[in-house]
């Protein structure tokens, strides 16, 4: 992947965390519109709150952070968006994560069934864990029902040094009275340094969840 540039603040802050955001009403509007440039002078189409977890430390970046010489994996034949390009660069371009599996949970044994399906018309290495079926245990893309990924946890199976990504889908889940702490225990518990993919449209209080998981798993999240 191609370096991403951040769209970096002019004047960032003496601890290296984003200051915080201006009234642009207050702001001239030649002012306004140079604020609206990055540093390249193109416009700045997307923005991102970040949670920080306490005591945070910015890693230090270097010239070959960005590069990632392997193709990947998916191409598509359209562009990103700019909010989409943006968060790949911040996810992809680090390498802080050194698992080689990706686990992708979900809430139903239908939604783990039709996600396996379709992943495996597009990838070769695809297995599925839903507790009554189980097909490649040992592939590098695992699917599971969140129980699933808990009971692992709790066994500290082999698998979970391996792991480099969790993506948590549906995860407004995480609200329901009987089965949310499920999904608490499973972000709670998960192997240090790996990296979070929370996906779901109806979670209301989006910033409030980052800051807990930025708290309570120690992770950046934006």
């Avoid at 430390?57 to 960005?66: E, I, N």
């Avoid at 396996?116 to 839903?130: D, I, Q, S």
């Amino acid at each position: 992947m191609s370096a991403v540039k951040r769209k970096s603040p002019s004047n960032p802050t003496a601890d290296g965390l984003p200051p915080k955001k201006s009234n642009m009403d207050d702001v001239p509007p030649s002012a306004a519109s140079v604020a609206a440039l990055n540093v390249d002078g193109e416009p700045i189409t997307c923005l991102h709150d970040v949670s920080y977890p306490e005591g945070y430390v910015a890693p230090k970046t270097s010239a070959t952070v960005h590069e990632n010489p392997k193709p990947p994996a998916k191409e598509f034949a359209f562009s990103l968006d700019p909010f989409q390009s943006e968060e790949f660069g911040s996810h992809f371009g680090r390498e802080d994560c050194r698992g080689t599996r990706v686990i992708y949970t979900s809430p139903i044994k239908a939604l783990s069934n039709q996600k396996y399906r379709e992943f495996k018309e597009e990838f070769f290495e695809v297995g599925l864990m839903t507790g009554d079926v189980t097909i490649e245990p040992n592939a590098s893309c695992l699917v599971m029902r969140m129980e699933i990924w808990r009971s692992m946890q709790y066994k500290g199976t082999e698998i979970l040094r391996e792991v480099a990504w969790i993506i948590f889908d549906e995860v407004h889940y995480m609200r329901d009275h009987e089965r949310g702490v499920v999904w608490e225990e499973s972000i709670v518990m998960s192997p240090k340094n790996v990296r979070f993919v929370f996906l779901s449209a109806t979670v209301p209080n989006a910033k409030e969840f980052a800051d807990w998981v930025a708290k309570h798993a120690r992770a950046l999240l934006r």
